[in-house]
């Protein structure tokens, strides 16, 4: 099949900058909304009222640029490993769609799907590597759309990162540094590596288009391809992909261009960004982090491990990680991170995501979806509360652009308190709609309602990433 093209792709409109319209977080969705759709600013309108009222803010509408969802839950990224070897929808991947809009949540972003055919960071995951995949599509959207939620693809190259055995051929990253997860060596992506890729990824975004989605997500965080070219720990390049944190950003930036540029200015786009890679960067170094995050015993001796990195390494990281910058400031304090083997570097830190997050901003980004870490989410003993929340509310403040919270959401009167104090537009759900799909629709009827999900992550090792407790009576 040869490449369809999309009628009402309108290339040639350029990125939005909403950052120099200067605008806060809450009215960036609303002015891309007005600006795409009267219909969704009078909706707008009445959310404000509502909220005014003393509403719930959650079960409010919300808006990333011109999509607009009935509700503020969103159902995170979830690999459920059911597709087929070749990424294809099967009868059983279809059905937890099914049962997870008729569950009542606003916005289901996918498990991710691979881009390029030959290059999966997971098994079984869904694909989006050629125009085949588009008709195939059509029936999940449809599915979705009829019981009232908006579906939203999340795309990924997974690199380094990969988890597939054997991993594909040759895998790509921004330096041929050991990914400390896999210990795979990637290839160093040449220019037209680079090039190839922002096609791949602007393809698949297309493709999403055309199907139906009302939306894409780029993964930029937990560690794939796109947050390592953010990582000063993967990311060794001498070029103008690496070094300063206006060069790390450079490759994803590029990459959120061509897929603006293949679907034009109302499609939405969102990207999921870490606020830090690393646990420990989350203790408020920079005043930004600052979430309740436990210690597990692998981090204990991760720490231990980062405790013995020499003076320099840790001078250097501090003055990444310190200090009160505001996003605009943060690109002037953070060094070119002269990385090298014998001074193991952090990840990402808060500061330097602030800043990516006003990048994504200015290229015209819909919604950023807060995640950390590269074990994505963390164990049982730090369930309760969400993980990330200090550093959304700080990027929602200072970054005109909705923020989705995602990470240890359980519970309505916090989400409902951070919504309304701290400007988070929405939340992500993982693990709470594994364990009940229905749980948005629970929480509508009693807002006190606790999740059945223990946070155990049995459901990491299970087939089709089901839940390991018994069907709720
Ligand atoms: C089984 C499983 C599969 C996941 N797959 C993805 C994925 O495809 N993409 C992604 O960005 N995150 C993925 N995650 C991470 C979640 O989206 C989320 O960031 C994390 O689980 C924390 O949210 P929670 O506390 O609500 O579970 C996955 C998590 C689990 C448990
Ligand atoms: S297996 Fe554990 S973490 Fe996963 S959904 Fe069930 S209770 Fe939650």
């Keep these: 099949m040869g490449e369809e093209t999309c009628p009402e792709a309108d290339a040639g409109e350029g990125v939005r900058s909403r950052a120099e319209a200067g605008v806060t977080a809450e009215a960036g969705a609303m002015a891309a909304a007005v600006a795409t759709e009267a219909t969704v600013a009078e909706e707008a ?87 085949s995949f588009v008709d195939e599509y059509r029936e999940l959207v449809d599915v979705v759309h009829e019981a009232g939620a908006r579906l939203v693809l999340q795309v990924a190259y997974g690199g380094s990162a990969t988890r597939l055995d054997p991993p594909s051929k040759r895998i ?31 393809a698949a975004v297309r493709r999403a288009r055309v199907a139906g989605f009302d939306g894409v997500e780029l993964h930029a965080a937990h560690g794939y391809l796109l947050s390592q070219f953010l990582s000063p720990r993967l990311n060794r390049r001498t070029d103008a992909y690496g070094g300063s944190i206006e060069n790390r950003v450079r490759f994803l930036a590029e990459v959120v261009d061509a897929c603006r540029n293949a679907v034009g200015d109302r499609f ?66 953070a060094p070119a991170a002269p990385a090298t083997a014998e001074t193991p570097e952090r990840g990402l830190v808060p500061k330097e995501s602030l800043r990516v997050a006003a990048v994504l901003a200015e290229h015209g980004i819909d919604a950023i979806e807060v995640s950390g870490d590269w074990h994505a989410f963390s164990p049982k003993e730090c369930a309760g509360e969400p993980f990330f929340a200090s550093f959304a509310a700080r990027l929602a403040r200072q970054v005109p652009v909705p923020v989705i919270l995602t990470g240890g959401n359980r519970r309505f009167d916090v989400m409902e308190r951070l919504a309304r104090e701290d400007g988070i537009a929405a939340f992500g759900l993982c693990r709470p709609l594994v364990c009940e799909p229905d749980l948005v629709n629970r929480w509508q009827k009693d807002p006190h309602a606790a999740p059945r999900c223990l946070s155990c992550n049995g459901c990491n090792s299970t087939p089709g990433h089901r839940c390991i407790l018994p069907p709720r009576r």
């Design 268 to 333: 939405p786009l969102l990207v999921k960004l870490n606020c830090a890679d690393e646990r420990r960067d989350l203790d408020d170094a920079a005043g930004v982090g600052a979430p309740s995050v436990c210690t597990t015993e692998a981090d204990a001796g991760a720490s231990g491990a980062n405790a013995a990195a020499g003076d320099a390494a840790a001078a250097a990281d501090a003055a990444r990680v310190e200090g009160e910058a505001s996003t605009a400031d943060v690109s002037a304090a």
């Design 45 to 131: 309108a009445e959310t404000v009222g509502a909220a005014a009222a003393g509403a719930s803010t959650l079960f409010d509408g919300v808006s990333f640029g011109s999509l607009r969802a009935k509700n503020r839950f969103v159902r995170a990224a979830t690999w459920e490993g059911l597709a087929t070897d070749e990424g294809r929808m099967t009868p059983e991947l279809l059905e937890v769609y099914r049962e997870l809009a008729a569950g009542g949540v606003g916005t289901i972003l996918t498990g991710y799907a691979h881009i390029v055919a030959d290059e999966q960071p997971n098994p079984r995951m869904m694909g989006i590597y050629d125009d």
């Design 172 to 202: 790509l990253g921004p330096s041929a540094v050991a990914n400390p997860k896999t210990g795979i060596v990637p290839v160093e992506a040449s220019e037209d590596d680079l090039a190839s890729l922002r096609d791949a990824f602007a």
